[in-house]
């Protein structure tokens, strides 16, 4: 079992920046794959931003492309996403995303507000 634990979301203007936070705790030595997946009310989950623990570039959504990055701390079992030049789209619900096969695991969501 994995445990996630996202932090750092809020309200913030047009144009301003956020950064996120996932610790994660329990059997997270065979994790291969975090993400950062964000929902929006009345809309599907979306993958925006995809890291590999064993290093590699990350991916991310074109619609984030240029403004978030992911990055990780192995140290501190800890990923983050850097949000910057936030638009109100961006407004969503953001649930750090563990995957280690074959199972995935979920935080719980921090909300994100971005006003215009």
């Known amino acids: 079992q994995v445990q996630l634990v996202e932090s750092g979301g809020g309200l913030v203007q047009a144009g301003g920046s956020l950064r996120l936070s996932c610790a994660a705790s329990?059997?997270?030595?065979?994790?291969?794959?975090m993400a950062w997946v964000r929902q929006a009310p009345g809309k599907t989950r979306e993958f925006v931003a995809t890291?590999?623990?064993?290093?590699?570039?990350?991916t991310y959504a074109d619609s984030v492309k240029g403004r978030f990055t992911i990055s990780r701390d192995n140290a501190k079992n800890t990923v983050y996403l850097r949000m910057n030049s936030l638009k109100p789209d961006d407004t969503a619900v953001y649930y750090c995303?563990?995957?280690?096969?074959?199972?995935?695991?979920w935080g719980q969501g921090t909300q994100v507000t971005v006003s215009s």
């Open positions: 329990g059997r997270t030595f065979s994790t291969d794959v």
């Open positions: 995303y563990a995957h280690q096969a074959p199972y995935t695991y």
């Open positions: 890291i590999r623990w064993s290093g590699g570039s990350p």
